[in-house]
């Protein structure tokens, strides 16, 4: 994959209201699997809790905030770690292709098809009126799916987030779209999922 004057266009779904693309095989095989292997031993991965209903329920994944900007997210305020090389150097490859920058990354550890995440949007007021929001995929496919948030008329998307993949989100995408990476029941191994996105605040 060239590192320079990548055309987006031709990634783009087909998504009303929101402006999405995804590139499949933006890194190699080969590559994934050291950042995988890398990601798995190197970052400081949690088990967090949500409080529901007045209960603690621990997260159905592990997660890790690194970056220059503190994040409230799911009501928990993470206070993020300091970059570490292989975060920087992800964030170096993907701040040439979008040509936005970022402060900061979420990760998201997947150890069965049993972790999820459940549909939100990212649309916290830090992250601004049109969030860019890059997502990287290393490990086990998964399925992500996104919902229109009141048009009923239009059909929700899925797509499935292979190894090595980029997802960039932008533009009005976070307003009128909601997205999940639902539970499967097929044994499947882990996935990690970084998410980086700039906080203005
Ligand atoms: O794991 C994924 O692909 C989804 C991550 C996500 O939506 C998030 O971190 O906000
Ligand atoms: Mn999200």
């Not at 987006?8 to 402006?19: G, H, N, S, V, W």
């Not at 292989?86 to 170096?92: A, E, G, M």
């Not at 292709?97 to 939100?120: A, E, F, K, P």
């Not at 239009?154 to 997205?179: D, E, F, V, Y």
């Amino acid at each position: 994959m060239p590192e320079k004057s990548l055309d987006l266009t031709k990634y783009k779904l087909k998504l009303p209201d929101a402006e999405v693309y995804f590139i499949p095989d933006f890194f190699t095989p080969e590559e994934s699997d050291l950042y995988f292997a890398e990601l798995s031993q190197s970052i400081n991965w949690k088990q967090e809790s949500i409080k529901l209903f007045g209960r603690d329920l621990p997260m159905p994944r592990l997660t890790a905030w690194y970056g220059d900007k503190s994040y409230t997210y799911s009501g928990l305020k993470n206070e993020p770690q300091p970059w570490a090389p292989v975060l920087l150097q992800l964030k170096s490859k993907i701040e040439k292709i979008t040509g936005q920058h970022y402060n900061s990354v979420l990760l998201n550890r997947y150890r069965s098809g049993q972790d999820s995440m459940g549909w939100h949007s990212d649309n916290e007021q830090e992250l601004g009126l049109q969030p860019g929001i890059a997502s990287i995929s290393f490990g086990a496919e998964r399925r992500f799916s996104f919902r229109h948030r009141i048009n009923k008329d239009l059909k929700p998307l899925s797509i499935n987030l292979t190894n090595g993949s980029l997802l960039l989100m932008q533009g009005a995408t976070q307003r009128n779209w909601l997205h999940s990476l639902p539970k499967t029941t097929k044994p499947i191994s882990e996935r990690i999922n970084l998410t980086f996105r700039y906080i203005k605040t």
